[in-house]
């Protein structure tokens, strides 16, 4: 069920008359008819008045100024006001942003600057009803903090968000405030207002979102939750040139895992003076467990992973089969996934890999007769590939 | 840019699948080649042999390295716990026909080889050498010299036969289980014509003391028809068990431009090719069996058909025959690998037991 909580707002203070100077166009293919955006400014306009009481606000929409700063303040002067708002509405993907920036001409001081939202296309019919709350939110309080405040601009107040989720989602906000989606999809949580807060919400099976939010009024609020996948796939760079693909299945979900891969070395980058490619007839296949240390939804997510690869040779006529100098080893693997998005993120390994070796010494001559490759440290039945990096993109499948 | 190059070599790789069947007896190095007066990887062709130590094994802790570099020619070390001892004793210039120019064994005492030359164009200076190493006053020298064959080596020369100038044209060693020594088998041409005999010699820490065994007496034969008129030069084995002899021949009048082997079983004519050996034989087996080494391809070969026939054939990659030798009682092949790691040579000493020779090919 929704709850509310109380808060306390500021008291006005000065009783000077604030004129505000609204100035709103688009961008070039912007989507709006000029008719458009004059509902637009109307509707902003109404919303500010009847949000601000007290404040005088005029509509510069279609006068062709240029919207620099400079004229805008002189536009505002000339109209008397002592604050301009600059709305630029652009419609793009579905949504409809409008960037505003305010600028208070008694402070000389540029108030806000921020693009507000709305998760839809506004038909002409819908313009001039669409509440304009975080904007009026934004006025408010810029004309709050500065010396210099509306009669009557409203104090701080108390706002409930509503938090439309899956059952049993967990929200967590700003100081640790908690609420749990009930059977009903419904959870809420109290705020003072306005302002700007962060949300969490986890479920298990779910990604983790992290969603913030501008709070001027009570608000209700749609979690689109993606259920968490128990596949992935890797594809990478074995020591910056040799191509890896990697599925992983979880069995415990968002945690622990288990990891089929193969590298081939078929092709590979060189990079010498002499080549950019290398061809060898082996695969390794890669079997690996491993577990993720944090959660999935921070900047760096790292984990570990353990397992075994086994060589394939693959050269009719000559060798095929798994490679007799050397069956494959073990590899041990820290890394971290970055990126917070559920979609797919880059990952960057340290993977340490030790190759068993049948025959002593044959395993490091097969790098020839050079001086040992840097890296590498041999002993009579294997060898320790010590400085061996991936680097490639995970999708969660 | 990749940390490193692949970890894969498929020659090597191939061979492994070879050596996985041999036994590793033990490494050797690393050995700083200067300090043997090798060149670098690409223009040497090095093989370690161990040591017999005597007591009817061989050890690893000492040996010989014999290097075949066509720039500087030829020469023997002696090296022990991995380190050269002595000047290295040179060899000659490598063979300008198809013969190996030399012959090396150790024999069955501490630190001593022996090494057989042949001269290519002048049988009658083809030669033995006994030479040995010691550690402790830091030499490897020999003490007799060179010694040519052709002297006075087997007993009571009969007409035709002039053994005072007779060609040692071919010599093999054949392991003995004897602890102490070995046997060598010696193939002579008269001095002017195509009359042939077969010797037998003991191979140990002691010089070759005339005279040795005739193994068909003392009769004299014509083998010209396949090893060449006043032939100088053949690869030639004899089978002390069925008293069989082998030659393996480069350009026989009787099978040009390639090799060919042949076999003959007394003192008269009775032999023939084996067509079905058709590479050049490196050594007789205790198995009655001819091993090839040809290309660095082993191979396998029935000599007992009719023809001969392979039984075998298996990568060798870089792995040098080293010979057959009793180890334990038990006839066993050896190998040596040089093994280049930057400037330093590595040798690892494989073995196999000579009746399985054949798996190699499985």
């Known amino acids: ?397 | 840019m990749t940390c490193s190059p692949p970890p894969f070599n498929l020659a090597i790789s191939n061979f492994a699948k070879t050596a996985k069947k041999l036994t590793f007896v033990g490494q050797v190095g690393p050995i700083n080649p200067g300090s043997l007066n090798l060149g670098s990887q690409g223009n040497e062709d090095v093989v370690f042999i161990p040591e017999k130590d005597g007591m009817g094994g061989i050890t690893t802790q000492s040996g010989f390295v014999l290097t075949m570099d066509p720039m500087s020619g030829q020469q023997i070390s002696f090296v022990s716990n991995n380190a050269g001892y002595g000047s290295p004793m040179p060899l000659g210039p490598l063979s300008t026909d198809s013969y190996p120019n030399f012959l090396v064994q150790s024999v069955k005492s501490t630190h001593n080889v022996i090494a057989f030359q042949f001269d290519d164009t002048t049988p009658t200076n083809n030669r033995y050498m006994l030479a040995t190493g010691n550690p402790g006053a830091g030499t490897f020298n020999s003490p007799g010299g060179w010694i040519v064959l052709n002297t006075n080596f087997i007993n009571a020369p009969v007409p035709p036969f002039f053994f005072t100038n007779a060609r040692v044209i071919g010599v093999s060693i054949y392991p003995d289980p004897n602890p102490a020594l070995d046997r060598s088998y010696w193939l002579f041409r008269d001095t002017g014509g195509n009359n042939y005999l077969e010797g037998e010699f003991d191979v140990s820490q002691n010089p070759i003391t005339p005279p040795g065994i005739a193994v068909r007496g003392l009769a004299t034969y014509d083998i010209s028809s396949f090893v060449g008129n006043l032939a100088k030069r053949v690869l030639y084995y004899f089978n002390p068990v069925t008293a069989r002899s082998y030659v393996s021949v480069w350009n026989s009048p009787a099978s040009p431009g390639v090799w060919s082997n042949w076999v003959w079983i007394d003192a008269v004519p009775t032999n023939g090719q084996l067509t079905g050996v058709d590479h050049r034989i490196d050594a007789l087996l205790t198995t009655g069996e001819l091993f090839s080494t040809e290309g660095n391809i082993g191979r396998v070969f029935d000599p007992t058909t009719p023809t001969g026939s392979l039984e075998a054939t298996f990568p060798l990659s870089d792995v040098r025959f080293i010979g057959e030798v009793y180890i334990g009682g038990t006839p066993t092949i050896l190998f040596s690998q040089a093994l280049w790691f930057g400037n330093q040579v590595t040798f690892n000493v494989y073995s196999i037991p000579t009746s399985q020779l054949k798996t190699l090919g499985q």
């Open chain 1, 1 to 397: 069920m929704p709850f509310t909580v109380s808060a306390q707002t500021a008291e006005p203070s000065s009783g000077l008359q604030r004129s505000l100077l609204l100035y709103v166009d688009q961008q070039q293919k912007g989507g709006l008819t000029e008719n458009q955006l004059l509902v637009l400014s109307r509707s902003l306009l109404i919303s500010l008045q009847a949000g601000i009481p007290g404040i005088a606000v005029s509509d510069a929409a279609g006068s062709g100024q240029s919207a620099s700063p400079a004229a805008l303040s002189d536009l505002a002067l000339k109209a008397g006001a002592d604050f301009w708002l600059w709305a630029q509405v652009s419609v793009d993907a579905g949504k409809t942003q409008l960037h505003v920036r305010g600028f208070d001409i008694l402070a000389q001081e540029k108030k806000f600057d921020a693009t507000l939202t709305r998760e839809s296309l506004l038909s002409p019919l819908e313009l001039p009803f669409e509440k304009w709350d975080d904007l009026v939110s934004l006025v408010t309080s810029s004309l709050s903090s500065g010396e210099p405040q509306g009669q009557g601009t409203p104090g701080p107040q108390e706002v409930t968000l509503t938090v439309r989720a899956l059952p049993g989602t967990l929200i967590t906000g700003p100081g640790g405030a908690k609420a749990q989606a009930g059977k009903d999809g419904f959870a809420s949580l109290s705020f003072p207002a306005p302002g700007e807060y962060s949300l969490h919400a986890t479920l298990s099976g779910y990604y983790p979102l992290t969603r913030r939010f501008f709070l001027s009024d009570n608000r209700e609020v749609f979690l689109e939750q993606t259920p968490h996948s128990w596949w992935a796939l890797d594809a990478s760079l074995l020591e910056m040139g040799y191509p890896s693909f990697d599925v992983s299945r979880f069995i415990l979900l968002n945690s622990l895992y288990v990891k089929l891969g193969i590298t081939t070395y078929a092709v590979g980058l060189a990079f010498t003076d002499t080549q950019a490619f290398t061809s060898n007839p082996l695969t390794n296949l890669v079997l690996q467990t491993g577990i993720y240390l944090r959660p999935d939804d921070v900047l760096f997510r790292p984990y570990v992973n353990l397992g075994a690869f086994l060589r394939i040779v693959v050269a009719p006529g000559t060798l095929v089969g798994i490679d007799p100098l050397s069956w494959g080893g073990l590899q041990f693997s820290i890394g971290t996934e970055i990126g917070r998005s559920p979609r797919g993120r880059f990952f960057f390994e340290y993977q340490p890999m030790l190759y068993a070796a049948s025959v002593p010494g044959l395993f490091q001559a097969s790098f020839g007769s050079g001086n040992p490759p840097a890296g590498w440290s041999f002993s009579p039945k294997s060898a320790f590939n010590f400085l061996c990096f991936r680097v490639g993109y995970r999708w969660p499948l």
